[in-house]
């Protein structure tokens, strides 16, 4: 076993007690620079997920819990009815951030209900802290389970394959350690060969901005495509299994990420390579029947239209830019979550798997 050194970058860090505030390395300024936003009210976290300054399912969900902690710092002039509207108001809003990644909503609310559990318990201070300790306790218990992503999913890769990875599902995207790239991650630490190929991810670029990015730091042997090229690179028999995350995972396995991910998938299929999601129970959402009613973010046309500023479309042309879609199960080999391997992917192995999450 063989450690990889600790990331140099934490993507949500909460600093300081009740009164502190968060800190979010803006991911839309790398890889050319590290800069740290610091958040001290609600709307500047809600503006940070909104625009991806902080990004990926996992992370939203941590950032959107400490931001409802930065709405509700008790004011002298409120009262306890004024507060626990403010409590529902704030937490309605954080929510509509962003809708595809169930991980925000369920964080956020995991926080609220905390509130709401003590009303008429404690004072609004003591709410307040216990609210702070369910958004350390999100992110403490995130860490927790990419570890133990990347501890099961590490079986799944041999020595010397080639893993392509979509979008970035990485310690950026999360606590510290990412899901699919814990999986490879942990396989490298194990003593595993890997050399892993990096889709660019269009239009907003999260695999060549931060997932090369991630791996570079990590020494991981890596190549950079475009998201068209990875047809002839699996042609090539150069790609021995698809590894990505999700933003949400339907009661039968449907499963919503970045938008591509389910092209990869048909991709996989019909080349025989096997496709896995890597994903927290967190992100489960055992409400919806199937990926038909996952809510799919539809973005400005900008991102599509431009590139770092300057157009690259004549203007007036017509976009549609889904961010997420739907990779639907049966195209899904294994699905890893912090307690174990889902294989089949199937309704029931779902729920049986899903039922042993502690909240
Ligand atoms: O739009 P993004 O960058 O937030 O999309 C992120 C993804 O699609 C990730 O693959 C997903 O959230 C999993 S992150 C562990």
Known sequence: MKPLAKPSFRAVEWVG?????LLLLDQTRLPSDVVFLECRDVDTVWEAIKTLRVRGAPAIGIAGAYGLCLGLRSEDSMSEDQWFARLNAVADRMITSRPTA?????????VRDVALALRGGGSLEEIEAAMLAEARAIEDEDREMCRSIGRHGASLLANCDNVLTHCN?????????GTALAVIFSAVEAG????????????LLQGSRLTAWELVQQGISATLICDSMAAQVMREGRVQAVVVGADRIAANGDTANKIGTYGLAQLAAAHGIPFYVAAPTSTFDLSLASGDAIPIEQRDAREITHVFGSPTAPAGVAVYNPAFDVTP??????????RGVISPVTTDAIARCAGLRAK
């Open 17 to 21: 007690n009740t009164d502190g505030h």
């Open 169 to 177: 599902a990485g310690g950026l995207a999360t606590s510290e350690y």
């Open 102 to 110: 169930v991980n925000l909503a369920w964080a956020v609310r995991r």
């Open 329 to 338: 199960a049966r195209l899904i080999r294994a699905i890893v979550c912090e």
């Open 192 to 203: 595993k060969r890997l050399h892993v190929w990096v889709d660019e991810t269009r239009p």
